[in-house]
Antibody, heavy 119, light 110 residues
Framework: QVQLQESGPGLVKPSQTLSLTCTVSGGSISSGDSYWSWIRQPPGKGLEWIGYIYYSGTTYYNPSLKNRIIISVDTSNNQFSLKLSSVTAADTAVYHC???????????WGQGTLVTVSS | NFMLTQPHSVSESPGKTVTISCTGSSGSIASNYVQWYQQRPGSAPTTVIYENNQRPSGVPDRFSGSIDSSSNSASLTISGLKTEDEADYFCQSYDSSNVLFGGGTKLTVL
C-alpha cells in the first residue's frame, strides 16, 4: 500500500523559504490517477489545502497562497516537494503530504511534520 | 468564497448515535463530492467517508454519510458510539477554484 513521509527542516526564519519533501513508497508517483498534495494544519486549528502536482508536472494551487508556492515532482526518486517563500509566523503548522484523486479525496496522508517559523 | 461550517464540538454517550453537520456557505454542496476525515491527537487524518456516502474498506458500517440539498449540508452519522470514536472530524469538498475543509468538530464520547 502507498505510504508517504514528509521530511525537511523543523525551523525556518521569518522571510525565508520553507522547503519540504514527500517520499512516496509502495507505489509509483507516476500513477496516472494520483494528484500529489500538500495540506497544512496550524497548531490547534483546522486543515488548509496548499496545492497539488500531477506526475506530468501540472500544478494547482490554493489561490490564497499561490504567489508564494512552488510544488515540484521528482519521478526518478518518487518524491515531490513544496517551497513556500516569504514565511511568517502564520505559516507555522504541521505540513502533511497526501495522495489525492480526481475528486479531491485525500488518502493516504503522511504523518506530518511540524514547521515552526521563528527567529 | 465558498466555506464549510461545522459545529465546534459535540458529545454523546457510548452506544448512542451522533450526527455532525457540514454546511456550505453558498452554491450547492451537492455539486461536488464531500469527504469526511477522522483525526486522533498526534495522528494524520484518515478517511471515514468519501464521495458523500462511501466507506473505505476497514471503516465500520456504524459510520455513514449523507447530503441534504434543502439545507445545503452534508452529515456524518456515527451510530453505536464507542470511546475509540472520540476524535476530531473534518468535512472536505471543493469548488471551481479551491479545495476546502470545514473547521473540524471535536467529538467527545462520555
Amino acid at each position: 500500500q502507498v505510504q508517504l513521509q514528509e521530511s525537511g527542516p523543523g525551523l525556518v526564519k521569518p522571510s525565508q523559504t520553507l522547503s519540504l519533501t514527500c517520499t512516496v513508497s509502495g507505489g509509483s508517483i507516476s500513477s496516472g490517477d494520483s494528484y500529489w498534495s500538500w495540506i497544512r494544519q496550524p497548531p490547534g486549528k483546522g486543515l488548509e489545502w496548499i496545492g497539488y502536482i500531477y506526475y506530468s508536472g501540472t500544478t494547482y494551487y490554493n489561490p490564497s497562497l499561490k504567489n508564494r508556492i512552488i510544488i515540484s515532482v521528482d519521478t526518478s526518486n518518487n518524491q515531490f516537494s513544496l517551497k513556500l517563500s516569504s514565511v511568517t509566523a502564520a505559516d507555522t503548522a504541521v505540513y502533511h503530504c497526501a495522495r489525492g484523486n480526481w475528486n479531491y479525496w485525500f488518502d493516504p496522508w503522511g504523518q506530518g511534520t511540524l514547521v515552526t517559523v521563528s527567529s | 468564497n465558498f466555506m464549510l461550517t461545522q459545529p465546534h464540538s459535540v458529545s454523546e454517550s457510548p452506544g448512542k448515535t451522533v450526527t455532525i453537520s457540514c454546511t456550505g456557505s453558498s452554491g450547492s454542496i451537492a455539486s461536488n463530492y464531500v469527504q469526511w476525515y477522522q483525526q486522533r491527537p498526534g495522528s494524520a487524518p484518515t478517511t471515514v467517508i468519501y464521495e458523500n456516502n462511501q466507506r473505505p474498506s476497514g471503516v465500520p458500517d456504524r459510520f455513514s454519510g449523507s447530503i441534504d440539498s434543502s439545507s445545503n449540508s452534508a452529515s456524518l452519522t456515527i451510530s453505536g458510539l464507542k470511546t475509540e470514536d472520540e476524535a476530531d472530524y473534518f468535512c472536505q469538498s471543493y469548488d471551481s477554484s479551491n479545495v476546502l475543509f470545514g473547521g473540524g468538530t471535536k467529538l467527545t464520547v462520555l
